[in-house]
């Protein structure tokens, strides 16, 4: 035991330094809270001089408030600003600078596209009366405001209400062009707000003679002519500059409806509403009635061009086109002969027309989109929407919208390739997956079935029982891409019954490969482009890459015979052709927001959708109907006068009793299924001793003698 008188030991100098700087931390953090304190007892002080009570404490609040809600309002507008300024990322102000002459599959000029067609004319050289003829009809106000006209469009809106419709527009020119810009027609509120937020950026690095330079030059103004200098020779065979007033007034007044206005189209209705801009240049004061009476009384004459529309969405998507594949040929004004047919085109979009004028009120439709393709791959038409002029949003190759039940075929195709025939049988019974339960559209069982009925009933739990037990979600994604389809499709289950978004033009595609033998990579739309002195930049039968084989030739005769059995018995029974035999498949989405019918013969497959820009349900339309009727008009007119060629692994082209047959046979064996799992399924009622104790009752009533009247007073007296 140690002695305690024993002396400590001393200690080492780095002990000795951590003790002085413990200390000294100590006395700082007491140093720090001592001199905060006193600040703060300090800044209270002179701040109590500050204080306000009564009224003005209110006003103090409010005003505390409002910087705190602003606050929060800059870091919501910032929030929503920043995609919008995405759009600007790029060289926005260039088109490509490609100059594209368009020439139909006979060698007709169609189109044109590309802004160095024509000359870009300086707004200091155009005539006055064209400047305000524009100015008065689209924005009074363009060199007053700062991208929003807040009065303009107070004064839209409460002329709108008082005349019960859409009178006039409260966009301005720099809204319009921010538009055109960088944004689509989508009636969306993203849009819209992309749209004010471009608008002020847009005031913010360009002037106002810019902004007008560019919205003059890429508006478009109907005919197939982008820019008020190609409308010009367009119409009138002449240069902006060299415009008059009744002229000017009849380009200014195509901006609200190019298409409805085109004066190639309806002159009337062009010259009645030239006649409205010239008013509106007396009432904005750039005028008076004197000098624009003479344009009253002589209205402008136009150059006669017939009534020929312009393929504007077909000329859009084929431009896109040619900018993909002559990018590095480093020849950017070419001629390209395509694949489009007018007379198909036509017929599609009076389809189209017809049938929404007639029905399109009884199921609350009002849009709709067709792509036409032949056999050998050629893009015959496109139809974007009802009307280019209104919006010149295609429709076909651009609106991503879900593919409901037509997406089936992707998933049958996929068991077919892994043994499946049309004649498996699988149930149709209730399923559930990972809380997923889809039911069928008449919300009944359907019991066990075959493929091909469960194909032309479109029963919704066979592919998803398909795709759970036996296939597996990427396989089918796999098919569907193999068979041409780009756009982005979710890896999720609920992709068997089409929650993906697909576009017109990728269930055209996806369909051709049934109705081309099993191959894709054909689709086309430009056969060649030259350029300007013949010199042959591109030959889709020289550089394209050949198709290949998606489908095996088992698999793929299975599918046609099952789509072929759809408009027999099945779901699209309007669809089908009179004496010629046609395959396809139907599908309505959730709530009825979409519609769709994709079929094919031996010549043509062609996908229709029908819905609405705003997403807002249809009155019940089923893809059976509407679009069935759409596809089954324009395909009469396609198949007259033509070679007609069977659909492959069928027979002939021609309606015989082969499809009618198998049709007939699947409906017995699914009723004889039926009633065999009915019966199977029927709970006993009454046992086996009560049900013999009732036949015995029953002969004993049978065998039993006829029983006399008793005797009345009236049978005894006629005796």
């Known amino acids: 035991m140690a002695s305690p008188l024993k002396p400590r030991k001393r200690r080492g100098p780095i002990a000795a330094r951590l003790l002085a700087a ?329 389809s189209m027309e017809f049938h929404l004028r007639q029905f399109g009120k009884e199921y609350n439709v009002t849009e709709g989109a067709m792509v036409i393709i032949e056999t050998n791959g050629a893009v015959r038409a496109i139809v974007g929407g009802r009307d280019y002029g209104a919006s010149q949003f295609n429709r076909a190759t651009k609106a991503l919208r879900q593919s409901g039940s037509s997406f089936k075929p992707y998933v049958y195709a996929t068991a077919m390739e892994h043994g499946f025939t049309p004649d498996s049988v699988v149930s149709g019974g209730p399923i559930s997956w990972g809380g997923w339960s889809p039911h069928n559209y008449n919300g009944g069982s359907a019991g066990k079935v075959t493929l091909i009925t469960a194909m032309a009933k479109s029963i919704n739990t066979v592919p998803v029982r398909l795709a759970k037990n036996h296939l597996g979600i990427k396989p089918i994604k796999a098919m569907a891409e193999a068979m041409g389809v780009e756009s982005p499709l979710e890896s999720h289950k609920t992709m068997v019954l089409g929650t993906s978004g697909m576009t017109v033009m990728d269930q055209a595609t996806g369909y051709s490969v049934f109705a081309q033998n099993g191959f894709v990579g054909s689709r086309h739309g430009i056969t060649q482009l030259v350029t300007r002195t013949g010199e042959v930049v591109y030959d889709f039968a020289k550089d394209a890459p050949p198709p290949h084989r998606v489908l095996s030739e088992q698999a793929l005769k299975y599918m046609n015979t099952m789509l072929a059995a759809v408009p027999v018995m099945g779901t699209a029974r309007r669809a089908a052709l009179p004496n010629i035999v046609s395959a396809g498949k139907t599908g309505t989405t959730q709530s009825y927001r979409d519609a769709w019918y994709v079929g094919f013969t031996g010549n043509y497959t062609a996908a229709v959708w029908l819905g609405n820009d705003d997403f807002t349900p249809t009155n019940n339309m089923t893809g059976g109907s509407l679009p069935a009727m759409v596809w089954q008009r324009l395909m009469v007119y396609a198949h007259q ?13 021609f309606v015989d009793e082969e499809i009618a047959a198998k049709a007939e046979e699947a409906e017995k064996k699914n009723a004889e299924q039926a009633a065999a799992d009915a019966a199977a399924e029927r709970p006993p009622v009454l046992s086996s001793q009560t049900t013999r104790a009732l036949r015995d009752i029953t002969r004993l009533f049978q065998s039993a003698p006829v029983l006399q009247a008793p005797a009345t007073p009236e049978t005894l007296s006629a005796l």
């Open 22 to 350: 413990d200390a000294w931390f100590d006395s700082s953090l007491y140093e720090i809270g001592f001199k905060a304190r006193r600040f703060w007892e300090a800044a209270t002080i002179f701040f109590r001089r500050f204080r306000v009570s009564g009224w003005r404490r209110g006003i103090i609040e409010l005003l505390s408030e409002g910087f705190t809600l602003g606050a929060g309002g800059i870091v919501v507008m910032l929030a929503l600003a920043l995609p919008a300024f995405q759009e600007t990322a790029g060289d926005w102000r260039a088109q490509g600078d490609f100059a594209v002459t368009f020439l139909d599959r006979y060698g007709n000029e169609v189109g044109q596209r590309g802004i160095i067609q024509r000359d870009s004319v300086p707004v200091d050289e155009m005539p006055d009366q064209v400047i305000k003829a524009v100015l008065a009809t689209e924005d009074r106000r363009f060199f007053d405001h700062y991208g929003i006209d807040a009065l303009g469009l107070s004064r839209a809106i409460f002329a709108n209400v008082r005349a019960n419709s859409v009178v006039q527009g409260g966009s301005s020119i720099t809204q319009q062009l921010a538009k055109n810009l960088f944004l689509t027609n989508e009636r969306t509120l993203e849009r819209k707000v992309k749209e004010a937020f471009l608008s002020l950026w847009l005031e913010a690095n360009l002037s106002k003679k810019e902004i007008l330079q560019l919205y003059l030059d890429r508006v478009y103004m109907g005919g197939g002519t982008f820019g008020i200098e190609a409308a010009a020779d367009f119409y009138f065979g002449k240069s902006v500059k060299d415009l008059n007033l009744a002229e000017a007034a009849m380009l200014a007044g195509l901006f609200k409806a190019p298409t409805k206005y085109a004066p190639h189209i309806n002159l009337p209705a062009a010259r009645a509403r030239a006649n409205v801009v010239l008013s509106n240049l007396v009432e904005a004061g750039f005028m008076s009635e004197g000098q624009v009476l003479q344009a009253r009384l002589h209205p402008a004459e136009i150059v006669d061009r017939g009534e020929q529309k312009s393929p504007d969405y077909y000329l859009d998507w084929a431009f896109e086109e040619v900018k993909r594949i002559a990018a590095k040929s480093g020849q950017h004004s070419l001629v390209a002969h395509t694949t489009f047919d007018a007379n198909i085109q036509k017929a599609a979009e009076e």
């Open 641 to 653: 006068n033509i070679d007609l060629r069977p659909i492959p692994g069928l027979d002939h082209p």
